[in-house]
């Protein structure tokens, strides 16, 4: 495993470690396609994945019974955490899908060393120090039910089920070839609150992305579907 995945692991485990006190199991590490998921959870029914990809300008995600950890608290720290993220890390990105030049990859790690390191600690310190300052965050179940329920929800012109995300997270997916081969007999419905797209090729999705088509004020209910052809 590579830098990032051992920093990240390092600080999980260390600003986390209270879990413990409020009846956690020990996180349990699973790794799916390109993500690395660290999950554990109480008898109170609460449970927590975080999760993140092992290149240098990943975010790492926080879900508590399927919440996003920016729908469970407004703290500075967290809200613009990913618009950090963004501006450190997009530009060079979306010019690597562009042209597939690795250099633009090997200088995002840079700034990764640089900057992108000290972001994530930063973002885990105040996501653990939320939850030791609001313990019903980890013990009342029915706080991510009522949170989830409240999401806008899109008039939809499909039916079946739908994947949130965030914007971040579906320009990580043109990484992804399991995702990306879905286009061989599937085309790709994506919806936001106030946009719905249809693509039918990765190659509309890479043009998608590096034209900055999807409002990124939209993160919070942005949804995908894959269709049969």
């Given at each position: 495993m590579?830098?990032?995945?051992?920093?990240?692991?390092?600080?999980?485990?260390?600003?986390?470690?209270?879990?413990?006190?409020?009846?956690?199991t020990?996180?349990?590490?699973?790794?799916?396609a390109?993500?690395?998921?660290?999950?554990?959870?109480?008898?109170?029914?609460?449970?927590?994945d975080?999760?993140?990809?092992?290149?240098?300008?990943?975010?790492?995600?926080?879900?508590?019974?399927?919440?996003?950890?920016?729908?469970?608290?407004?703290?500075?720290?967290?809200?613009?955490?990913?618009?950090k993220?963004?501006?450190?890390?997009?530009d060079?990105?979306?010019?690597?899908?562009?042209?597939n030049?690795?250099?633009?990859?090997?200088?995002?790690?840079?700034?990764?060393?640089?900057?992108?390191?000290i972001?994530?600690?930063?973002?885990?310190?105040?996501?653990?120090?939320?939850?030791?300052?609001?313990?019903?965050?980890?013990?009342?179940?029915?706080?991510?039910?009522?949170?989830?329920?409240?999401?806008?929800?899109?008039?939809?012109?499909?039916?079946?089920?739908?994947?949130?995300?965030?914007?971040?997270?579906?320009?990580?997916?043109s990484?992804?070839?399991?995702?990306?081969?879905?286009?061989?007999?599937?085309?790709l419905?994506?919806?936001?609150?106030?946009?719905?797209?249809?693509?039918?090729?990765?190659?509309?999705?890479?043009?998608l992305?590096?034209?900055?088509?999807?409002?990124?004020?939209?993160?919070?209910?942005?949804?995908?579907?894959?269709?049969?052809?």
């Open positions: 590579n830098i990032l995945y051992t920093d990240i692991k390092h600080t999980l485990l260390r600003e986390f470690a209270f879990l413990k006190e409020h009846g956690f020990d996180f349990t590490e699973e790794q799916i390109y993500e690395i998921h660290f999950t554990c959870s109480n008898n109170d029914g609460i449970n927590i975080v999760y993140f990809e092992t290149i240098s300008s990943t975010s790492i995600n926080i879900l508590i019974n399927g919440a996003h950890f920016h729908e469970i608290s407004t703290h500075e720290q967290v809200s613009s955490y990913y618009q993220l963004a501006a450190l890390y997009d060079n990105f979306r010019k690597y899908l562009e042209t030049d690795d250099n633009f990859m090997k200088a995002n790690f840079e700034l990764y060393l640089t900057k992108g390191r972001l994530n600690e930063l973002f885990l310190h105040a996501a653990a120090g939320i939850l030791k300052r609001k313990p019903e965050l980890l013990h009342d179940k029915v706080i991510y039910e009522k949170i989830i329920n409240n999401r806008p929800q899109p008039q939809r012109r499909h039916g079946g089920n739908f994947h949130a995300v965030s914007l971040r997270e579906l320009i990580s997916k990484n992804d070839p399991s995702f990306m081969k879905h286009f061989d007999d599937h085309w419905f994506i919806e936001t609150d106030k946009v719905e797209v249809d693509i039918h090729s990765p190659e509309e999705f890479v043009d992305l590096m034209s900055s088509g999807l409002d990124s004020a939209n993160v919070d209910s942005l949804q995908y579907q894959f269709i049969k052809k």
